[in-house]
T-cell receptor, first 116, second 111 residues
């Protein structure tokens, strides 16, 4: 299994509070992603990173910001959490230097966020 | 905008049956296609990756094919087992590093 750790794994927070989810990898992969998964919508990309301090928006980026100050860490921040951001958040990585697996994307175990 | 569709949304089969899961995509200019498995409450596990220049990939009882020109991929599972019960997702990658996912096929294999 790819070395991806998400924290926290479960969180309940109140509307209007800021929340930060952390993704940590031990694989030295170049690309890191944040997805959310919701019933009826499937997996949707929030933001992704193609290197340290290099990030770009996905299809559902409103209300979210990200930062990547080190290769191994990718942070997702909900500036002011809303009930519509209740979801399961998945971090993913890709871009190893292995020719066979370099294009494969690996996922973390997910972070369950409930906004009340 | 790339769209990925998986049919059927759910499938129930008896143990031992061979089965095919379908994935179609609207933009044939893809870089690769990947099949994943997701168990309830878990993350996604990569099953097979097919580069755009390839026609198929095999791993054990799994075989994935890719017809880029028609925008289709199939995942063939041989001799299905109850442990194969899960949701199977396909995802395509275009020129950027972003993956676009289908909504998945929920497979139940009955003993």
């Amino acid at each position: 299994d790819a070395g991806i750790t998400q924290s926290p794994r479960h969180k309940v927070t109140e509307t209007g509070t800021p929340v930060t989810l952390r993704c940590h990898q031990t694989e030295n992969h170049r690309y890191m992603y944040w997805y959310r998964q919701d019933p009826g919508h499937g997996l949707r990309l929030i933001h992704y990173s193609y290197g340290v301090k290099d990030t770009d928006k996905g299809e559902v980026s409103d209300g979210y910001s990200v930062s990547r100050s080190k290769t191994e860490d990718f942070l997702l921040t909900l500036e002011s959490a809303t009930s519509s951001q209740t979801s399961v958040y998945f971090c993913a990585i890709s871009g190893s230097f292995d020719r066979e697996t370099g294009n494969t994307i690996y996922f973390g175990e997910g972070s369950w966020l409930t906004v009340v | 905008k790339q769209e990925v569709t998986q049919i059927p949304a759910a499938l129930s089969v008896p143990e031992g049956e061979n089965l095919v899961l379908n994935c179609s995509f609207t933009d044939s200019a893809i870089y690769n296609l990947q099949w994943f498995r997701q168990d309830p409450g878990k993350g996604l596990t990569s099953l097979l990756l097919i580069q755009s220049s390839q026609r198929e990939q095999t791993s054990g009882r799994l075989n994935a094919s890719l017809d880029k020109s028609s925008g289709r991929s199939t995942l063939y599972i041989a001799a299905s087992q109850p442990g194969d019960s899960a949701t199977y997702l396909c995802a395509v990658r275009g020129g950027s590093e972003k993956l676009v996912f289908g909504k998945g096929t929920k497979l139940t294999v009955n003993p």
